[in-house]
């Protein structure tokens, strides 16, 4: 046999208003569209509030008539509670068992810290729904403001926040607005005579909680309830920031060559062990934004997106490997912001030139036969070959081209020939050479053959760092061959 349900008291008494879930609507409530934490119930403050009351909520549960149980929350007010509404938590695995057709009524009591009869309020009754809710009330609006971004510090004084009046309003209603961010505010506003002669139902908010979210997406909602009504609104998002100010990233080092603060070189040799660049510190970004810094070089192998440095939100590094496929070019530098839940949005552009190279290569050097050298090789020591060698360059890496091609003038004709010694698929470096650290090649005898004697040939040697799109020319030797 079901128990009894809680009897309700004296009708002569003067009851405080009923408690509100946030989470229902037209006093229906399912449970399944519950969040992890549940159901969110506040009261309006009263005016005997006092430290050390304490404020109980009371949950009647019925399966269809009859009574089940009542689940109890106790609540101790503190310092920060006097004035404020007070709201508990009712947990969603004690609703979830509920079906079409249930239904609970609730209710709060308050026992003074100074003993003395205890205040109740009305109980209102929210009918278990397992469907959707009827359409909700429209969203409130924002005084002389539109678009969904606001900055904090443009409103010093606050904002006031409109709501359109709900069909049915009264005298006594309890309006109660809800600011959901990092941190939850819930103001509670009664009806009276002049919201309903005005047509207007305005709240103001301060600036205080504005400028504690800012940075940060928050929500608002309203509800209203009274004894036997009840509604809610839907979800008004906010996105609380200041404009997002946007400078062109500075880069560590550089040094300026245009006309105006956004144009600069690198020289190569400062650049070639990685590039740092930092954030203006007049840039505007907000604190949850995520911001990637673009090293927007030459592809394959220049461009590079980098995120902060760790422990460091303004620093970012880009790898030395993205920088030699630059050398000698010009190319843009800038960083994205991207604020939550929305696209990202690029910064002004630093014009930056990464200067070539203008010393430092290895020069290639002729390992046999015997008794040969950059300055002088004997056509009669040559059997098959004459052996050259290149040491490791700056940035060498597995992938890169390197061609090597000699060119010298023919006994028959007086014209110039070039050979290929290492061009096309042969240019790239391949990972032994890598490991080896140096690249060897052979120049044949049947070329030199032909050449005039006592003159000398050149050996070119060229690298590319970006898949020979452009090359950088090495030292040449010029040695003199002679018989």
Not at 2 to 26: C, G, I, K, R, Y
Not at 289 to 294: A, G, L, N, S
Not at 318 to 330: D, E, M, S
Request: net charge negative; glycine share 8%; charged share 20%.
């Amino acid at each position: 046999m079901m128990a009894t349900a809680p009897t309700s008291p004296d009708n002569t008494t003067v009851l405080l208003p009923v408690a509100q879930f946030t989470e229902s609507h037209n006093l229906e409530l399912d449970p399944d569209k519950l969040g992890i934490n549940g159901a969110t119930v506040v009261a309006p403050p009263y005016q005997a509030m006092s430290v050390g009351d304490v404020v109980t909520l009371s949950v009647d549960i019925f399966y269809g008539s009859d009574y089940l149980e009542t689940l109890k929350r106790p609540r101790t007010l503190t310092a920060e509670n006097i004035g404020e509404p007070v709201y508990w938590t009712v947990p969603k695995d004690a609703l979830q068992q509920l079906q079409t057709g249930d239904h609970i009524e609730a209710s709060y009591s308050i026992a003074y810290v100074t003993p003395t009869v205890a205040t109740v309020s009305e109980k209102q009754t929210l009918h278990i729904v397992e469907k959707s809710s009827p359409e909700l009330l429209p969203r409130l609006s924002i005084k002389d403001f539109a678009g969904d971004t606001l900055d904090p510090d443009a409103y010093p004084d606050g904002i006031t926040l409109s709501i359109e009046l709900y069909a049915g309003i009264q005298v006594g209603d309890c309006v109660m607005l809800h600011a959901m961010g990092e941190s939850r505010l819930v103001i509670a506003i009664y009806v009276d005579q002049t919201t309903i002669d005005s047509q207007t139902l305005q709240i103001p908010f301060g600036h205080a909680w504005l400028a504690a979210n800012s940075g940060n997406e928050v929500s608002l909602m309203y509800e209203y309830a009274r004894l036997g009504s009840a509604g809610a609104s839907l979800t008004l998002p906010l996105m609380l920031r200041k404009p997002l100010n946007l400078p062109p990233p500075i880069i560590v080092g550089v040094t300026p060559d245009g006309p105006d603060d956004y144009q600069g070189f690198l020289l190569g040799h400062n650049a070639l062990n990685g590039i740092t660049i930092l954030l203006p510190e007049e840039a505007v970004i907000g604190s949850n934004d995520k911001v990637q810094m673009v090293f927007d070089g030459f592809q394959p192998g220049g461009h590079y997106m980098a995120d902060p440095d760790f422990g460091d939100p303004k620093t970012f590094k880009i790898p030395k490997r993205y920088v030699p496929a630059n050398l000698g070019k010009r190319l843009y530098v800038f960083y994205e912001v991207t604020p939550p839940g929305e696209k990202a949005v690029k910064s002004r552009r630093y014009d930056l030139q990464i200067k070539n190279l203008t010393s430092g290569w290895p020069t290639l050097q002729i390992t046999s036969p015997p008794g040969a050298s950059n300055a002088e090789v004997s056509l009669k020591t040559v059997s098959d070959a004459v052996t050259v060698r290149l040491r490791a360059w700056v940035s060498m890496a597995e992938g890169q081209r390197l061609r090597i091609y000699a060119k010298g003038v023919l006994q028959a004709g007086d014209v110039e020939e070039t050979f290929n010694v290492r061009v096309g698929a042969t240019e790239v470096v391949t990972e032994d050479e890598y490991l080896e650290g140096e690249i060897q090649a052979k120049l044949p005898r049947t070329f030199l053959a032909k050449l005039t004697l006592n003159q000398q040939f050149n050996v070119t040697v060229e690298a590319s760092f970006d898949g020979g799109f452009s090359y950088k020319q090495l030292p040449m030797i010029s040695p003199r061959l002679v018989e």
